[in-house]
Nanobody, 125 residues
Framework: QVQLVESGGGLVQAGGSLRLSCAVS????????MGWFRQAPGKGREFVSA????????YYANSVKGRFTISRGNAKNTVYLQMDDLKFDDTAVYYC??????????????????WGQGTQVTVSS
């Protein structure tokens, strides 16, 4: 089992920044990829960013490329999402997720085995 707890959400004005954190515990050695997804009201859950847990390769959705940065803590028990130049359309509940195999593709929700409870990000225009 892997446990994930997100924090760092809140209300911010357009153009501002937030840093989300995801505390990772349990069988962390089994993690292959950590991802961030988001879900806006009335929409499906969409891929935001992912990081290979061992090699550190990073991936981004086109909508956030150049504005968001994913990283991991040195102890590999935290994953961060630095969000800069936030836009109104970034408003959503943000979830971190853990993928423990190479099954599926990293930008699909079905590829992930564990999910956090989510943290709300609201960007005011």
């Amino acid at each position: 089992q892997v446990q994930l707890v997100e924090s760092g959400g809140g209300l911010v004005q357009a153009g501002g920044s937030l840093r989300l954190s995801c505390a990772v515990s349990g069988r962390t050695f089994s993690i292959y990829t950590m991802g961030w997804f988001r879900q806006a009201p009335g929409k499906g859950r969409e891929f935001v960013s992912a990081i290979n847990w061992t090699g550190g390769s990073t991936y981004y959705a086109n909508s956030v490329k150049g504005r968001f940065t994913i990283s991991r803590g040195n102890a590999k028990n935290t994953v961060y999402l630095q969000m800069d130049d936030l836009k109104f359309d970034d408003t959503a509940v943000y979830y971190c997720a853990a993928r423990t195999s190479t099954r599926g593709i990293y930008y699909y929700t079905a590829a992930y085995d564990y999910w956090g409870q989510g943290t709300q990000v609201t960007v005011s225009s």
